[in-house]
């Protein structure tokens, strides 16, 4: 029981701490263009030919700086009131493929607290993956491609027949576009 708890906290955090690492510590505005990169169809290959409960993030909070990113993002559920199983997509875009790097660089070192995480290749100019949740329920896939970063998060439920791979794919199909 502590270590499902353990892990649960640790995937909680490490999410956490991407979001507001980016989000508070270097100031956001929010991007006036609103599009998910995830579609109904990518939604539903994670989620099953469910009823899907979308939801618009580009709402995000507004900050000052002459150096924010800006911030679009969606989710889709298969309830509108439980968090699993879910897919969202967060992406963050810089004014320039520096202020890019050094954030994704700051970012990958934060979320060190979570000993799954693993590079990747293939996937952007850079990626990593990081597992949590019970049975590795909860894959994340962080990637930075230009002047923008964006992670896919895909919150599954015990026993899934979706996989890393999945997650991959679908990072994949963003970051080529």
Request: proline letters at 2%; one cysteine or more; charged letters at 30%.
């Amino acid at each position: 029981m502590y270590e499902s708890l353990k892990s649960k906290l640790s995937y909680f955090f490490t999410t956490a701490i991407f979001s507001s690492f980016v989000l508070f510590s270097f100031g956001c505005r929010v991007a006036q263009k609103n599009a998910c990169e995830i579609s109904e169809e990518d939604a539903k290959i994670f989620l099953g030919n469910v009823e899907l409960f979308p939801s618009d993030k580009t709402k995000l909070p507004a900050g000052e700086g002459r150096n924010s990113p800006n911030i679009r993002g969606c989710s889709f559920a298969a309830d509108e009131h439980i968090d699993v199983p879910s897919v969202r997509w967060i992406n963050f875009e810089f004014d320039d493929e520096q202020k890019a790097k050094e954030n994704f660089t700051r970012v990958k070192g934060v979320t060190q607290i979570d000993l799954s995480k693993t590079d990747i290749t293939g996937i952007g100019d850079e990626a990593y993956l990081t597992r949590g949740g019970e049975s590795g329920n909860k894959i994340s896939i962080a990637v930075r491609k230009g002047k923008n970063m964006f992670m896919v998060i895909a919150s599954l439920v015990t026993g899934s027949d979706k996989s890393v791979e999945d997650v991959r794919t679908l990072a994949k199909k963003i970051a080529d576009k």
